[in-house]
């Protein structure tokens, strides 16, 4: 059975006509990491927030371990935890007690979960900041403990909702890095979702293509690249199904 599985999904707001996302269809194995890349509004953040289970689809079916992620919401509890591109830190708390945040929520004893926060703080780098508040932390910091947070309850899946693109370059680039290999290490299933094709190629084992609404519009494996050269290539296929998806969107609405 798939970890994730998308079956026919379609998600409309307002109108008969404004569908987000219609018809999609995919799935994910365990241990893959897929990198969902697309222009602004092509239905990536709908199809992100459905497998979260923050909405319910209008048609179709998502299940995630076989559970219905919206109407089955506390039992995914704890089995999926999500990076955002906000560090969303809650600034009354250390960094040890925002890492430790998600273990608080599944009751586990406080202890073991200042433990395993303490641990995830070192592995990102932060572990002679435990006690520092958001406020004296940088905006990379402030992500890695967000990051620490989200892989410290042990989750089946990770979410990444363009979790660098508020970084500088430099910084983004370097976390980027390491988040991946953290992923990689732990062997986690992971769905990030980004604009930026450079980012899906270097994330993603699998990359999806979207174009409106929510639609695949091409699929690689980056990972199966032998050379730069092939790489390149990607890259290039990528791009043109993105800009092939913005002349027709433009067409299509034109008098």
């Not at 994910?28 to 909405?55: D, H, Q, W, Y």
Request: glycine share 8%.
């Amino acid at each position: 059975m798939s970890l994730i599985r998308f079956a026919g999904v379609s998600k409309r707001f307002g109108g008969a006509a404004q569908f987000a996302v219609r018809e999609l269809t995919f799935a994910v194995e365990p241990g893959e990491r897929v990198a969902v890349v697309g222009r602004t509004g092509c239905g990536k953040s709908t199809m992100f927030n459905l497998l979260a289970g923050l909405i319910e689809p209008t048609s179709g079916e998502v299940r995630v371990e076989g559970r219905d992620p919206f109407r089955e919401f506390d039992a995914l509890r704890g089995r999926i935890a999500v990076v955002f591109q906000n560090d969303r830190l809650l600034p009354w708390r250390t960094a040890l007690d925002n890492v430790a945040y998600g273990l608080e929520l599944l009751q586990r004893p406080e202890a073991q979960r200042n433990a395993v926060a303490r641990d995830w703080l070192r592995r990102l780098g932060l572990g002679e900041y435990e006690g520092a508040y958001p406020h004296a932390l940088s905006g990379g910091m402030r992500q890695r403990v967000s990051i620490a947070r989200a892989f410290a309850v042990e989750p089946d899946i990770l979410l990444a909702d363009e979790p660098f693109s508020a970084l500088d370059e430099l910084t983004g680039e370097k976390l980027r890095g390491e988040f991946a290999q953290l992923v990689r290490d732990t062997g986690k299933t992971a769905i990030f979702i980004t604009h930026s094709i450079n980012e899906a190629l270097a994330l993603g084992s699998r990359v999806l293509v979207f174009r409106p609404p929510a639609c695949i519009a091409l699929e690689l494996r980056p990972d199966e690249a032998r050379d730069a050269g092939e790489r390149e290539r990607m890259k290039q296929a990528i791009l043109a199904a993105m800009t092939a998806d913005a002349q027709q969107t433009e067409e299509a609405i034109q008098p």
